[in-house]
Structure formats: C-alpha cells, structure tokens
C-alpha cells in the first residue's frame, strides 16, 4: 500500500528539482510526481494500468484533451482519471479545480480513445485528488454528458 510519506517523499523531490532552461518546469515535476503516486495507489486498489498520458490534438488553433492515466476495473470497466494534488486546501483543494472545460477536454480524448476499440466497455470518469496528506478518490466524479 503506498502512503502520504511516499508521495511527501516524491514532492519534495519534485520541488527540489531545479529547472535548467529547455528542461521540465517544477509545476510538470510535481504532475509527474503526482501521477506516479496516483498509479501506485490505484493499482493497491486492484485496478490495472492501461495506458498513461493519452493525449489528442484537436487541431492547428484549438487544444485538444489529455488522461492522466486509463486502467482497468477487475470487473472491466475502463476507468479514465484524472490526477490532480495541490500542497493544502487552501485554494479550494486538488477537486475543485478540475473545471467543465477540463472535464469536457477529458471527455474528448476517452471519446477518441474509445474509436480505438472493436467494443467499448463499460466506461468511468474518476478523479484522485491528493491535498497534502489526504487522498481522495471520486469514483465516477464526471460523465460524458450528451
């Protein structure tokens, strides 16, 4: 089982990481650092990677949509996440900032994701928010709407 230590343990090392020009910010060290915790503990869960960073472009001028990570429920179910954390609530907490933009940019790409597949599966949106030392996962936290 992974802790609130291993995932202190992985901020602080994604804070100490001292950009250099060209290379990755701090914000993507901690995301990067996030998404490995998030990983580890859903998979305690049960539940089996599938793929990480499924991105699609949308086109030239308009963004498209990325998922932090696609696992597998034991009893089928594709389960979409997205991970966020932040170091306190004190700006309304990791869950809160996933926006109706953010959830439709979501929905674009498990939608493209999915034309991938002879027969969808049964299908999820769900959220780990990690606030400091607590975690919280929000089983189907969003839908696909219409």
Request: proline share 5%; hydrophobic share 45%; net charge positive.
């Amino acid at each position: 089982m992974v802790t609130g230590a291993f995932w202190k343990d992985r901020w602080k090392k994604a804070e100490a990481a001292v950009p250099t020009k060209g290379s990755r910010t701090a914000a993507q060290h901690h995301g990067d650092a996030a998404e490995d915790f998030a990983l580890r503990w859903l998979q305690a869960q049960g539940l089996a990677l599938v793929q990480r960073n499924y991105r699609v472009a949308r086109g030239p001028h308009a963004r498209g949509g990325e998922i932090d990570l696609i696992l597998r429920e034991r009893d089928g179910t594709l389960v979409f996440v997205e991970v966020r954390a932040r170091a306190s609530r004190s700006q309304g907490g990791a869950a809160a900032s996933i926006t109706p933009a953010k959830q439709r940019s979501i929905v674009l790409a498990a939608r493209h994701y999915l034309l991938r597949l002879p027969a969808p599966p049964p299908c999820r949106f769900d959220v780990l928010a990690i606030d400091g030392d607590e975690v919280a996962w929000l089983q189907g936290a969003f839908d696909a709407g219409p």
